[in-house]
């Protein structure tokens, strides 16, 4: 087939076949790519902060869990005080009853001597005078305890402080040592105040104090 026309112009020359320029025109759209990238996938969660969300739910579930160990055995340590002091004047009072009887012996035997002390004491001219029956030197302490037997231990636990499933014994706080003497082996004078036979002062309980 022939052109007619002077195959040497330029204008005939630039024009481009239809499906070529359709051919063309699709890879220049392809090229510049027609289409959004996907977007990429999430990346995991961080470890560090799930254990986080982890360690806070189980704060909001058990507030316990969160608190100081020191705080928690504290807390124990109050609650068996608390119900050994709530059973301490029941056991003190078995006791006052079991050393009924040498109570009352330390009494006879020391009050015809705490009598004349007193008179001694109201012949004076301020009302007191120094406590014979005892050392006489600050609060005033016997040469003998009439609840341990001079052993300066607890008589109900036997100087351990403890009592049965692991509580605090009730006489003596869980301390283990006699309450009257304070271990010590030498009970408080209940003849004097400080070392000091007062005119005013009251005569001696007729049983085992209580504290």
Known sequence: MRFTGNENDPARQCVVPGPIACWLAYALIAG????????????????????????????????????PTELVGLELEQGKRQRAAEKSE????????????????????????????????????HGQTPCTL???????????????????KCPTCSGTGKAAHGEYCPTCLGKGSCYLCRGSKRMTCPFCDDGTVDVKTPVPPGMLPLH
């Open 32 to 67: 510049r790519g027609g289409t959004a990238p996907a977007p990429e996938p999430e990346s995991a969660s961080d470890p560090a902060s799930e254990s986080v969300i982890e360690t806070e739910a189980v704060a909001i579930e058990d507030p316990a869990a969160t608190q």
């Open 134 to 152: 005892c050392d006489g030197k600050g609060i005033g302490h016997m040469d003998h305890c009439v609840l341990c037997q001079n052993s300066g």
């Open 90 to 125: 029941n056991f003190r009072g078995d006791l006052q009853y079991v050393t009924a009887g040498a109570w009352s012996r330390v009494l006879a035997s020391h009050w015809p001597a705490f009598t004349a002390l007193r008179q001694k004491a109201a012949d004076s001219p």
